[in-house]
């Protein structure tokens, strides 16, 4: 399932395919704009914004995000009563990403960066002005309003993901949201880091 076509979510794709054989989903226009060195993989699969579907007792559903990508989406996932929703990349929480991520049993959100870390690092002006933007990425303070205004406190657990290496710090992005969650009364949901380097523990819903 694909996201958007900016490349650090797509470069390893052909290969991918071409060792394992998975097919592959996208929206139309997030196909349209993908490239190939050799060939597009068999079995591309397509689906649209907004409209779900199923792919072996597996229920999908995506939702338009505000990102700067050609048809940006996020996903929630239901295998019978369990619902998991991953949304990454995007620049602002909209009243639709708030809703299709209400009833969530596990979270998974982007928390990009540290707005701080952001204003005082390496980047240009010009990159560091799309980070912030509302097609941008969102931070680990909009995380924490989220999590401590609009969220329904049903997930127990939530991973944080699509760190930035140099605008970030995990340590920070889980203390910020360990205390948003705390703020609320829901101490027992767990806080999980993703790393760009190594594989999360597998969860079971």
């Excluded at 559903?61 to 009563?81: K, L, M, Y």
């Excluded at 909209?94 to 998974?108: E, I, K, N, P, W």
Aim: glycine share 8%; proline share 3%; aromatic share 8%.
């Amino acid at each position: 399932m694909i996201s958007h076509e900016h490349s650090d979510h797509v470069q390893g794709l052909e290969v991918l395919a071409r060792r394992t054989g998975v097919r592959i989903y996208a929206t139309g226009p997030t196909r349209s704009v993908l490239t190939w060195k050799k060939s597009e993989p068999e079995g591309f699969g397509t689906f649209e914004a907004g409209r779900g579907f199923a792919l072996g007792g597996i229920e999908i559903e995506s939702f338009t995000v505000s990102h700067d990508a050609i048809d940006p989406v996020g996903f929630c996932i239901r295998n019978g009563q369990r619902k998991l929703s991953i949304v990454t990349d995007l620049g602002y929480m909209t009243d639709s990403v708030r809703y299709h991520l209400a009833g969530s049993h596990m979270l998974v959100l982007e928390s990009n960066h540290d707005l701080e870390m952001l204003k005082a690092g390496p980047y240009p002006w010009e990159l560091k002005q799309r980070v912030m933007s509302r097609d941008g990425h969102l931070s680990n303070t909009a995380v924490a309003e989220y999590l401590s205004s609009d969220w329904d406190r049903q997930a127990r657990r939530i991973v944080l993901a699509h760190l930035s290496t140099n605008n970030n710090h995990p340590a920070i992005a889980e203390m910020d949201a360990l205390d948003a969650v705390a703020s609320v009364g829901a101490g027992a949901t767990e806080i999980f880091v993703a790393s760009q380097k190594e594989p999360t523990a597998v969860f079971d819903l």
